[in-house]
């Protein structure tokens, strides 16, 4: 079975602090495919990133970056410089191994105070 | 402009009284899918449909129908609802072009109370 751990349930940061959103997942794959989603307070569920397995490499993207390593079941999340508007609840989810259930996190709920 | 739909956003039932709740997308994907989202708990998909008539139960299927009988629509059904099924619903969809595990797109939500 596959589960993804996401055990900062909240956290709290002023605005231009650096803040990292852990995620730890647990599969038997060896193919399998990580993303994290973003939920502001509007509601919808907006897709930040999609990795594969076999791609370690880390993404930056602005502000945000993340850091995969099957090491240690870890896709991390960092955003740099955090602003008002990175308020939002983050979701990370795996898929993969034949299931097409995608298995999401409980989410980080991220408050940047001005 | 390429989007997931659902109607209706808000509703407020009754245990027992059938209510469907639709979802539509205009992108061409094969892939959709139903989640619900409770507090604490995440997202837990329902059902989710690869292609039209193809469909098949999520994690958290009990209570809950739904049908494939077009590619664009993908309706959630509730014949019996319980006021366990309060929750906030989201429709979502995915290509499958190149890979069955590429990224959703949802919806809006749904946010269904059931006295």
């Known amino acids: 079975a596959q589960k993804v751990t996401q055990a900062q349930t909240e956290i709290s940061v002023v605005e231009k602090e650096d803040v990292t959103l852990d995620c730890v997942y647990e599969?038997?794959?060896?193919?399998?495919?990580l993303f994290w989603y973003k939920q502001p307070p509007s509601g919808e569920l907006v897709f930040l990133i999609r990795?594969?397995?076999?791609?370690?490499q880390n993404e930056i993207s602005g502000r945000y970056s993340w850091n995969f390593q099957k090491s240690t079941s870890s896709f991390n999340f960092t955003i740099t410089a955090s602003q008002v508007v990175d308020s939002a609840v983050y979701f990370c989810a795996l898929s993969g191994g034949g299931s097409y259930i995608p298995t999401f996190g409980r989410g980080t709920s991220l408050i940047v105070h001005p | 402009e390429a989007q997931v739909t659902q109607n209706p956003r808000y509703l407020i039932t009754v245990t027992g009284k059938k209510l469907t709740v639709t979802c539509s997308q205009n992108?061409?994907?094969?892939?959709m899918s139903w989640y619900r989202q409770d507090p604490g708990l995440g997202l837990r998909q329902i059902y989710y449909s690869m292609n039209v008539e193809v469909t098949d139960k999520g994690d958290v299927p009990e209570g809950y129908k739904v049908s494939r009988k077009e590619k664009r629509n993908f309706p959630l059904i509730l014949e019996s609802p319980s006021p366990n099924q309060t929750s906030l619903y989201f429709c979502?969809?995915?290509?499958?072009?190149?890979?069955?595990?590429?990224?959703?797109?949802f919806g809006p939500g749904t946010r269904l109370t059931v006295l």
């Open positions: 599969t038997r794959d060896t193919t399998y495919y």
């Open positions: 992108m061409n994907h094969e892939y």
């Open positions: 990795r594969n397995s076999f791609d370690e």
């Open positions: 979502a969809s995915s290509s499958i072009a190149g890979s069955a595990y590429n990224e959703q797109f």
